[in-house]
Nanobody, 122 residues
């Protein structure tokens, strides 16, 4: 069982930056691939980024590639999402998730956090 708690969301102007964190409970964090997803009002949940168990491989949605960076610190049981050059269309609730593989499909992830709101003003 893994419990995930996101933090770091907030209100930021377009062009600004935010760093999201996702802290995991338990001693098996390094056994899970981690992903970030987001859901805007009235829209489907969408993949943002994923990272492999060791952190050596990362994957991004086309819409965020070059602006967002996913990383993890297995010693701290934490995964991060550094978001730069934010746009109003990045506004959403951001969720972290843990699963067996760093894929872009939400159903592949077994554990989810409660989400953190990111709002980007124009």
């Amino acid at each position: 069982q893994v419990q995930l708690v996101e933090s770091g969301g907030g209100l930021v102007q377009a062009g600004g930056s935010l760093r999201l964190s996702c802290a995991a409970s338990g001693r098996t964090f390094s056994s899970y691939a981690m992903g970030w997803f987001r859901q805007a009002p009235g829209k489907e949940r969408e993949f943002v980024a994923a990272i492999s168990l060791s952190g050596s491989n990362t994957y991004y949605a086309h819409s965020v590639r070059g602006r967002f960076t996913i990383s993890r610190d297995n010693a701290k049981n934490t995964v991060y999402l550094q978001m730069n050059s934010l746009k109003p269309e990045d506004t959403a609730v951001y969720y972290c998730a843990a699963g067996a593989h760093p894929v872009d499909v939400g159903l592949a992830y077994n554990y989810w956090g409660q989400g953190t709101q990111v709002t980007v003003s124009s």
